[in-house]
Nanobody
């Protein structure tokens, strides 16, 4: 029922910043736990960051201190501010949502998400 659409990807140089956005079209966004995952070519989809309806966040170790996830419930959007980008960040970034909130222990697990966007490409050159 919930549809997610990512935007904001692009080609940047190492050290640059980029902000990704995810727009939701459903009616229950404010109560969803939301996350960003990413997938490099030939690799599995990996967890990046998550945020629940109350604003609690979780980050992968590889992005701590560089990325910030946020949400604006009134506009049904979730964003990912990415600073100090590295070539290793190159991937298709996906927005994901749970049909509710399955708890903090679920946030980093791909299989715990019910809704997925089509992805937006981020490429970081050295």
């Amino acid at each position: 029922q919930e549809h997610l659409v990512e935007s904001g990807g692009g080609l940047v140089q190492a050290g640059d910043s980029l902000r990704l956005s995810c727009a939701a079209s459903g009616r229950t966004f404010s109560r969803y736990a939301m996350a960003w995952f990413r997938q490099a070519p030939g690799k599995e989809r990996d967890f990046v960051a998550a945020i629940n309806w109350s604003g609690n966040t979780l980050y992968a170790d590889s992005v701590k201190g560089r990325f910030t996830i946020s949400r604006e419930n009134a506009k049904k959007t979730v964003s990912l501010q990415m600073n100090s980008l590295k070539p290793e960040d190159t991937a298709v970034f996906y927005c994901a949502g749970q049909n509710g909130d399955y708890g903090y222990m679920s946030y980093s697990r791909q299989e715990q998400y019910d809704y997925w966007g089509q992805g937006t490409q981020v490429a970081v050159s050295s």
